[in-house]
């Protein structure tokens, strides 16, 4: 293993720490019942968003699910707005129409936040198919958990995708369940990547507790979609630390599982080689952690600041019209 | 009588039924090992186990149209889905099959299934979790539609559906499930036929169903205050509609206000109320009222969501409308 | 003015808008090299290739999905889809992702799609291929629902809906395919935001649209016959509704009887007719009248589906039973 | 290639005949409007479906398509049942509310019928479902055809029958088309069977213009599939002679390559084997095609003497409940 650009690896840690403080603020924020609704963290599975996104350029396209707050972020959608959004001010990257499930953000590319497991993948390929007709060398990155992987919607995209060679990179994060549904009891086959070959689609397994690891593999998978090689397929192999949401007891696994997997926190990993390799010191760790907080503060102060829609305004945004804020 | 929750309740339906009838069995996403997606199946998978208490993979079409082939092959399937909005996945399978198979064999299969799944908003989940589509549903022939809005509906309904020999689509409004209520012991099956009067009046009928129920009956409360005296009617199932309840409240009362959280514009209120122009218009003292949800998809941020649903003034307001003032 | 068939005149509004706007491309089932299920299509691929027109495979969610997102990505994608019963496969599309997308998105994503599909039963294809879900889908906020019913319709509509910057979902009745009429040339791009008075009269007001429009003007042939003056209207869209067309009729006549090939019960035809009731109530003179298909899957024999789709027949009986004579 | 038993070679010809003669009268009749609506015609690919069903058990269930006049023959609906049905009279098997796609005939296990592409796939899982709960050894074959691979109901329903072990025998009529689809113009992987493997499900392709080898194959994966072997696959090779529908003017495809495979035949072939066998002559056909043609003769004189359903029972079968006739 050949040691990773000092920079370029503190940047790597920096990006997985944005989104692992903005989350662990989320999470208390909810307890605090300013964020609502459904919540679902990354914490766990940060590397996989990063390595991938690290391989985008700014106006290549991510799809992604209800568990995509690092996504976004990673994109490029600033934190503020990704607070606020959870905040339900119109301050935030869906004007708070959205929530932690919903957020976009099109200036950087990102087209949600979409809940409904599977349902990101048709339009991915739209997005793609868009971007083959206009002759545009632009990626789409679609995201999703291995739980998708048994929807109709899935299978469908994957060979639209593959029959008509268009540029989507398919992210798979098989964290291994689906809420408490593990992969062995949903799939008959649970090798994810050797599904890909009933489409004859390029796809291997990666390591995604590793982002050097994962920022191999996408490097590898952006620049062969660019190129015109057709859909690529990526499993991301990662594990969710924490409850599906906010809702779940976990009754479904070990926590010796968790603890054993906690082991290999992609954070930690990538810290511990830095420390290793000579390219982070107490210090360097120190200014990450509180850049990144004081990102995180500013945000979270973004949103309290933040002014909700007026009530008016309900009907805007049903269609496109300037109807004045009323329903059609 | 007891004090239990919504919730329970559907649990204990759910057991009973289990416990009385080896042909039922519950099949979803998360129902076994999770303990449902809003705990309603919590316990089951440990006393029926894995074969019962059917976890499923994200497959809405194909376990719904398995559901579908269980209850040709004489089996008493219960799937559950866990949210309105991923039934649009199954919506082949429930239309083009279970409402379907029937007719399209001239009377030789039957299917007898029920499929539960939790609608409505209220919990900010925004445009994609939040639809109430029952009453959309109940456009479509050959399906039973139910919607349990007490306690002893929640627990008393579901070997009624279960007994049908037809497809029932069993609605559970998400923020009926912590709702504690009276648990009439041995109520047995209810009639799926009947509307329930709630509240007798004679002013007004206020025609609801499940999760607006509590909502109609504070305004029912409300106008009483006003010296309104409100009827309330729940419908309890959408299809058929119980149009000698509906049309006899009016025929009274002279006066309706029908109440769903479905949005407005064809929903199952335009239904109601084109019945009772039809059937008594000349009892009629004033146009049927509606109070229905916004017409938008369902947004996340807590006062638009509120602003978007069925309210307690909204109601007041429609009822004012009429011209009555108390 | 020319005389063509409904089939011709969208196939011209498809290729000029092909030849208009390099945005645009067609893609559905067998659209291409077939010539399309029902044969609108037919030499579309020879003149624009299959990349604008795109053969899919049969997956109905996915390539309707991949219209959702190629809208996004800056087309302006027209979706065929063959028949109205297999878009239940692209219900989750259309509803979670098209209708949805541009609320969810806080007005950022807007899905300028044109989703067209054969709608309506009269050719004995039976209970997966004849419903009419057109109304029903008009119960879904953030889509707009459009039904041509003439030639010049068919011709011109089809721009308006490709300008449109949300998803417009185009349903042609199978029965109007070889329907003629006149068509006239460079009528421009139709108002969809405005009804249609097809036959102008001071008796009573039948509302349609689509596919029974041609039974509604048998009917008001047969009632002029009679002595009794129908006005006709056509309602071209059923998302929005015209309020003003339909309300604006009924001041005029006092008397509506809704024609729809949609079942009865939660039909468009019920909110056009709670619509009626809470906008003229004071102006009617009998309850609004509704002739639309029996509650049934469609069935085969002849006999029966002629029996289960509205007449003229029924319409005459509906308008008698205003109190109508003539 | 040892000779096939002449009784049972003679008795497969005439099956396959009584499928070929019955449709070739429909498309006659068709011509007439004695039948309307959607008319699919298994000309050329009768050998597919003899040669499972054969393999069946009078027990055993069928779930197949609009194209599936021969299953419902073969499976042991009357012929008269049968064309009564496409007369749309009370003697239909249907009760004349199907039509062509949609025979219906429990007391045989035809369960249709089902004329939204793949929407059988999950109904075929579910009374394999049923079975398997109540201990039953029975086999449901699913047929359907080559385009219904690209369906998501066709990968969830072949995940949901691995996953459980379901008694179900797919059995995927690949005749090339789908409509005006070719395979290659619409599935990114071509070999169907290969597909099978994303679920880790027994399969294999099986030239089926010969019948005789659609019989070996079925008799493999019906016994391994009853005796809870799990689901097994069969991809049947095959080839539609006439057009997919009444409709369809077959502009996608040559007529060199409709003549190419017709000189394979199914019903040609096996009947050269049996001759060259010595275990049919003129005499022996003549007979065959004889009785057969008095059956299709007896089928269309029971559909001419059929009775209409009363009008006043239009909403009868909408729900179960003696509804007098009325619509609920
Ligand atoms: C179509 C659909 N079905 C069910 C759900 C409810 N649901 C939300 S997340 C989830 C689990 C998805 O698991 P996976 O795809 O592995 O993603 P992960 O949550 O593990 O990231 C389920 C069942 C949904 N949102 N959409
Ligand atoms: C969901 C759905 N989409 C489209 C159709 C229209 N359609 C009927 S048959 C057919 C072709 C199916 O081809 P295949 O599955 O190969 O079967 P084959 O007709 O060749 O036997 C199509 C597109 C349909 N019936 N259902
Ligand atoms: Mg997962
Ligand atoms: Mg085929």
């Known amino acids: 293993m050949s040691p990773l650009d000092p920079a370029h690896g503190r940047h790597l840690l920096e990006q997985m720490l944005r989104v692992r403080r903005m989350e662990e603020r989320c999470a208390e924020l909810y307890t605090q019942s300013k964020i609502r609704g459904f919540l679902h963290l990354y914490v766990g599975e940060e590397a996989a968003a990063t390595g991938v996104i690290e391989q985008l350029e700014p106006e290549d396209a991510v799809v992604a699910t209800y568990r995509e707050h690092g996504h976004a972020l990673l994109k490029g959608t600033p934190m503020t707005a990704i607070l606020a959004e959870m905040y339900g001010v119109a301050e935030g990257c869906s004007g708070g129409r959205g929530g932690s499930m919903h957020l976009f953000d099109m200036d950087h590319g990102v087209y949600g936040g979409n809940a409904i497991v599977g349902g990101g993948l048709p339009v991915a390929v739209g997005l793609a198919l868009a971007d083959q007709l206009a002759g545009r060398p632009r990626v789409t990155a679609c995201f999703f958990g291995e739980g998708a992987v048994a929807e109709g919607e899935f299978h469908e995209s994957m060979n639209l995708a593959a029959l008509w060679d268009l540029p989507v990179l398919f992210c798979c994060e098989n964290n291994l369940y689906a809420m408490g549904t593990a992969l062995a009891r949903s799939e008959s086959e649970t090798d994810i990547a050797a599904k890909a070959a009933a489409y004859e689609m390029p796809a291997w397994p990666v390591d995604a507790m590793d982002v050097v690891a994962v920022e191999r593999a996408a490097a590898r998978a952006v620049t062969a979609v660019r190129n015109g090689g057709g859909p690529h397929f990526l499993e991301l192999r990662t594990y969710r630390f924490r409850a599906h949401s906010m809702f779940d007891p976990e009754r479904y696994r070990d926590k010796a599982e968790v603890r054993t997997w906690r082991e290999r926190d992609p954070i930690d990993l990538l810290e511990r080689r830095l420390r290793d390799e000579g390219s982070l010191d107490d210090a360097g760790m120190a200014g990450i952690e509180e850049r990144v907080a004081s990102e995180v503060d500013a945000a979270v102060a973004f949103a309290e600041a933040g002014t909700p829609e007026p009530v008016e305004t309900l009907g805007r945004h049903v269609t496109s019209e300037p109807t004045g804020g009323g329903v059609r | ?326």
């Not at chain 2, 939790?118 to 139910?146: C, D, K, M």
């Not at chain 2, 579901?158 to 037809?166: E, F, G, H, K, W």
């Open chain 2, 1 to 326: 009588m007891s004090t239990t929750t919504y919730r329970e309740a559907m649990r204990d339906a759910l057991a009973a039924a289990l416990r009385d009838d080896d042909r039922v069995f519950l099949m979803g996403e998360d129902v076994g090992a999770y303990g449902g997606c809003f705990g309603v199946s919590l316990g089951l998978f440990e006393e029926f186990g894995p074969e019962r208490i059917r976890d499923t993979p994200l497959s809405e079409a194909a376990f719904v149209g398995a559901g579908i082939g269980a209850a040709l092959g004489g089996m008493r399937p219960i799937v559950e889905i866990m949210t309105v909005n991923f039934s649009l996945l199954a919506l082949d399978q429930i239309m083009n099959n279970a409402a379907t198979l029937l007719h399209m064999s001239g009377g030789q299969c039957n299917v007898p299934i029920v499929i539960r799944m939790t609608t409505g908003a209220g919990r900010q989940l925004a445009a994609q979790h939040s639809h109430s589509l029952e009453g959309w549903y109940a456009h479509i022939p050959g399906l039973r539609i139910v919607t349990p809005a007490t306690v002893d509906d929640a627990r008393w309904m579901l070997q009624t559906a279960l007994d049908d020999p037809d497809p029932v689509l069993l609605f559970e409004h998400g923020a009926l499930y912590g709702a504690e209520g009276e648990l009439t012991d041995d109520l047995g099956p209810v009639d799926l036929d009947r509307a329930a009067v709630r509240r007798s009046g004679t002013d007004v009928s206020l025609i609801t169903y499940g999760g607006t129920l509590p909502t109609v009956l504070a305004a029912a409360e409300e106008l009483a205050g006003r010296g309104i005296d409100a009827e309330v009617v729940d419908l309890r199932t959408l299809r058929p509609l119980d149009d000698e309840a509906i049309l006899g409240s009016v025929a009274r009362t002279h006066r309706a206000v029908v109440v769903d959280e479905g949005w407005r514009s064809g929903s199952i209120s335009a239904e109601i109320s084109a019945r009772i122009t039809e059937g008594v218009f000349y009892e009629l003292d004033a146009p049927v009222g509606r109070v229905c949800s916004a017409e938008v998809p369902m947004p996340y941020a807590r006062h638009l969501e509120i602003a978007a649903l069925p309210s307690v003034d909204g109601i007041l307001q429609a009822v004012e409308e009429l011209g009555l003032r108390g």
